[in-house]
T-cell receptor, first 112, second 113 residues
Framework: GENVEQHPSTLSVQEGDSAVIKCTYS??????FPWYKQELGKGPQLIID?????GEKKDQRIAVTLNKTAKHFSLHITETQPEDSAVYFC???????????FGKGTRLHILP | EPEVTQTPSHQVTQMGQEVILRCVPI?????FYWYRQILGQKVEFLVS????????KSEIFDDQFSVERPDGSNFTLKIRSTKLEDSAMYFC???????????FGSGTRLTVV
């Protein structure tokens, strides 16, 4: 079955700097890659997603890149702000109605 | 914005007792899911449900677990005889064609003592 690896487990960046979180997946059939943000005491919230027919997608300060050949995908947050502090999960699935396989999460700290 | 609602937010139960976790998915969604997250660990798939039946279930979802959609709005997860290792956050999610991705509820923290 699918296995998603995520790095780093913890990331601290200065406010205003960029943050990058990287993931790899194992199942070449996966073609939908959502990213979730989880704040304390809340459920995961979808922040951006990408399908395998696209190499990059951007939404304001957030961008995702996908290298389907290498089975790598990454989340980039630019101009980080205090409210970006949270746990971020990458995930992969074959179809959007299928089960999602999550990475272990990255705890992002934005330092003042 | 439509939400997935879960109740209760926190449940404490004695080992061996039955618990029912409740969810109200987004009203026009057709696919329903339960996930769990043991403290500090990743979110794990338990079960998916579509057209009034289980679509897929994980190894975690053994005979102690069951799901039900008793009416047009609620989606429940029952654990028949809870174990200490069932302590976790349980998240309900829903999805439908046209949605960009799952919508998760805020979760139920289950503590088995």
């Amino acid at each position: 079955g699918e296995n998603v690896e995520q790095h780093p487990s913890t990331l601290s960046v200065q406010e205003g700097d960029s943050a990058v979180i990287k993931c790899t997946y194992s199942d070449s059939a996966s073609n939908y890659f959502p990213w979730y943000k989880q704040e304390l005491g809340k459920g995961p919230q979808l922040i951006i997603d990408i399908r395998s027919n696209v190499g990059e997608k951007k939404d304001q300060r957030i961008a995702v890149t996908l290298n389907k050949t290498a089975k790598h995908f990454s989340l980039h947050i630019t101009e980080t702000q205090p409210e970006d502090s949270a746990v971020y999960f990458c995930a992969a699935t074959v179809n959007r109605d299928d089960k999602i396989i999550f990475g272990k999460g990255t705890r992002l700290h934005i330092l003042p | 914005e439509p939400e997935v609602t879960q109740t209760p937010s926190h449940q404490v139960t004695q080992m061996g007792q039955e618990v029912i976790l409740r969810c109200v998915p987004i009203s026009n969604h057709l696919y329903f899911y339960w996930y769990r997250q043991i403290l500090g660990q990743k979110v794990e798939f338990l079960v998916s449900f579509y057209n009034n039946e289980i679509s897929e279930k994980s190894e975690i979802f053994d005979d102690q677990f069951s799901v039900e959609r008793p009416d047009g709005s609620n989606f429940t997860l029952k654990i028949r005889s809870t174990k200490l290792e069932d302590s976790a956050m349980y998240f309900c999610a829903s999805w439908s064609t046209g949605s960009s991705g799952y919508t998760f509820g805020s979760g139920t923290r289950l503590t088995v003592v």
